[in-house]
């Protein structure tokens, strides 16, 4: 596991801030009932950037890499915590959600719809493993698959439909290959240290330029942009908006002073995520129960937030040392 002296504090910075942006938009759909804030303004781009982030650490420039031992750092590191967070859950979930049954939330954590986000991301790190160990001396051809399934899962959502591919998307495979292109775009940059390229202010501020003018036409257009379930408007849209919002938030992350309460969220994401529904659910049921109901009046939301944020990182420390166990 990387020690701390090893980690890149900027990309802990990312991390941070997009399971911040994550927990926010499940606040807002429990406590509001709905989503306040459009989704495709921000949600998406918190999702892709993570993508991005985890192909630019899958590999460090210069090293030998072994399919063995990073598809065995992927079992320990995320297949294990998918399964022992979700099972622990799993009661409680079934008695949260009446509608739903033992069994069918069982059926959802062996398909890998317990966690959907957590599921494709595994799959996508396992798919890139192997590519890369397979076209070590063809990088050609490792473009070419990586970034080929996002055109095919977009060709095969708009000709056969959601519904009909839903039930075919065991452990989220179709998510996994829809956000390859962007794993690998992380994992690319890295390589040929283009980062520091599109970091350069002036180049910055015109990509800054551009990302805003398509969220205008974003907003303007009510264009959806939903990566789970799959629902998605303008693939084009989706792509130019995934890949500048992730090099964007990744240059102001690089230039911002150090924040080491939002580093310290970065570095324990993958527990938030395990828990981001499951808090703002009860915080939204607390608030209920304390007479604070959400009336159309936006601010309580913000201190939904601030509870959720806070009360999601007390129990992230609390379940830290039982995750580095299981890790290691």
Known sequence: ????????????????????????FHTEK?????????????????IITFFFVSGYLFHRPGEAFSARHKLLSVGRKMVIPYFLFTLAIALPKAWAHADT????????????????????????????????????????????????????IA???DTVGGDTLAPLNLWCWQNAMLMM?????????????????LHRRSVV???AALLIAL?????????????????????????????????CLTALCRVIPRLPFIEWTGRHSLIYYFI???????????????????????????????????SATLITWILNPFMKKITK
């Open 205 to 207: 501020l015109a990509e």
């Open 30 to 46: 429990y406590y509001a009932g709905e989503e306040i804030i459009p989704y495709a303004l921000y949600v998406d781009n918190a």
């Open 181 to 197: 292109a962007f794993f690998f775009a992380g994992y690319a940059c890295r390589q040929s240290h283009l980062l520091r390229r």
């Open 101 to 152: 049954t033992l069994t069918e939330t069982l059926t959802a954590i062996l398909t890998g719809h317990a966690s959907w986000f957590v599921a494709a991301l595994i799959v996508t790190e396992v798919c890139f493993a192997v590519l890369l160990k397979a076209c070590s001396r063809r990088q050609w051809l490792l473009r070419l698959l990586c970034v080929l399934p996002y055109p095919l």
């Open 276 to 310: 981001c529904g499951g808090v703002p659910f009860t915080v939204t049921l607390l608030f209920a129960k304390a007479g604070f109901p959400y009336d159309g009046f936006y601010p309580p939301v913000i201190l939904a937030f601030i509870i959720v944020y806070l």
């Open 215 to 247: 969220k205008v036409l974003i907003y303007e257009n009510n264009l959806f942009l939903t990566i789970q379930p799959v629902h998605v408007s303008s693939w084009l849209y989706l792509l130019a908006d995934g890949l500048l919002g992730a090099v």
């Open 155 to 157: 060709v095969a959502y």
């Open 1 to 24: 596991m990387m020690k701390t002296t090893d980690r890149i504090a900027w990309v802990d910075t990312v991390r941070g801030l997009c399971i911040m942006a994550i927990l926010f």
